[in-house]
Nanobody, 125 residues
Framework: QVQLVESGGGSVQAGGSLRLSCAAS????????MGWFRQAPGKEREGVAS????????TYADSVKGRFTISQDSAKNILYLQMNSLKPEDTAMYYC??????????????????WGQGTQVTVSS
C-alpha cells in the first residue's frame, strides 16, 4: 500500500523560504514521475513541480520557475520541494503525488494515482 506523508509547511513572511518533504512508503523511486501540487481555497488543484523517473528531469509551473526546486532522495524515499522567495499568492495546501506509470515529469493531476494528505503553506505580506 502506497502512503505519502507531507511535512514542512507553515507560515512565513513574503520573501521567506520553506522546504517541504514527502516521505513515501510502499513506493519505489526511480521508475515513475512524482510531483507537487497545490490548491488554494476556491481554486482548482494545480501542478507546481514534477520530477521524472530518472530523478533528474524536472518541469515547473511558470509561476514558480526560478523560485522552487523539486528533488528527491531515493535512498531515503523522500521527495522535496524547496521554496524560496515566497509570495502571498503561493498560499495553499500543498500535496505530494506519485504516479503508477509514466516516466516523464508531468503537471496534470490526472497523471497521478497516489496522493498525500497535504501540508498548509501560508505566506503573509
Amino acid at each position: 500500500q502506497v502512503q505519502l506523508v507531507e511535512s514542512g509547511g507553515g507560515s512565513v513572511q513574503a520573501g521567506g523560504s520553506l522546504r517541504l518533504s514527502c516521505a513515501a512508503s510502499g513506493y519505489n523511486f526511480g521508475y515513475n514521475h512524482m510531483g507537487w501540487f497545490r490548491q488554494a481555497p476556491g481554486k482548482e488543484r494545480e501542478g507546481v513541480a514534477s520530477i521524472g523517473g530518472d530523478g533528474r528531469s524536472t518541469t515547473y509551473a511558470d509561476s514558480v520557475k526560478g523560485r522552487f526546486t523539486i528533488s528527491q532522495d531515493s535512498a531515503k524515499n523522500i521527495l522535496y520541494l524547496q521554496m524560496n522567495s515566497l509570495k502571498p499568492e503561493d498560499t495553499a495546501m500543498y500535496y505530494c503525488a506519485a504516479a503508477s506509470r509514466g516516466w516523464w515529469p508531468r503537471l496534470q493531476p490526472s497523471e497521478y494515482g497516489y496522493w498525500g494528505q497535504g501540508t498548509q503553506v501560508t505566506v503573509s505580506s
